[in-house]
């Protein structure tokens, strides 16, 4: 197995399938962290009923105004979140920009693996309810 091959991170998928072997399938290294990260963002802080820190206070932002202020404290909240749930990456960039047409908030996620060096994106779009 080489060296960019090698397996530091596997779970389970949130979508489980059976392989043609009979096995689970499994999310593995950048797609692990992935996952993870969307977890982060989907999982309001407070619903894990064993760990209700866990989560961030994303979606209360979107009863806020629209706003350029919303959309900083969106971003702030979501950084936060991330350094303390998500120790396998090194934060690069995180923007948070407003989309006027749809009413929504366009993130992007920019990190690095730390045990790999891979830079990979995550990105997010969270309509206004």
Not at 19 to 33: L, M
Not at 63 to 79: H, K, N, V, Y
Not at 84 to 101: A, G, H, P, S, Y
Request: aromatic share 10%.
């Amino acid at each position: 197995m080489a060296e960019n091959d090698r397996i530091f991170y596997k779970d389970l998928p949130l979508d489980i399938k059976i392989t043609s072997t009979g096995d689970i399938s499994e999310v593995v290294n950048a797609d692990s962290i992935k996952q993870a990260l969307n977890m982060i963002v989907e999982t309001a802080r407070g619903t894990r009923v064993f760990y209700p820190e866990f989560g961030a206070r994303i979606k209360s932002f979107l009863f806020e105004p629209f706003d350029e202020t919303t959309a900083r404290r969106l971003g702030e909240e979501l950084q936060s979140t991330i350094i303390n749930f998500e120790r396998r990456i090194k934060l690069l960039n995180l923007d948070v920009q407003m989309d006027f047409t749809e009413g929504s908030y366009e993130i992007e996620v920019v990190y690095q693996i730390i045990t790999t060096g891979e830079v990979d994106t995550l990105q997010v779009s969270l309509e206004r309810l």
